[in-house]
């Protein structure tokens, strides 16, 4: 049996990349920007906290880069 990569910052990124291609795609209303303010932070904010956890040196600065 094969073992399955699990590449989490890959699948992250292409997250991100697919969260921006949705957003262009919505109207340019006053609701259409709201939901797109909204939809760019938090769907593109996993993967650079990602990397700042799997940067931590210790779970001290693990907890501290979380703040």
């Not at 760019?40 to 693990?62: C, I, V």
């Amino acid at each position: 049996m094969k073992k399955q990569t699990y590449d989490l910052e890959e699948r992250l990124l292409e997250y991100s990349v697919r969260i921006i291609k949705i957003v262009e795609q919505l109207p340019n209303t006053k609701a259409g920007n709201h939901v797109v303010g909204q939809l760019l932070r938090s769907g593109t904010s996993p993967y650079p906290n990602h990397g700042e956890a799997q940067a931590a040196e210790s779970p001290k600065d693990f907890i501290h880069n979380k703040c």
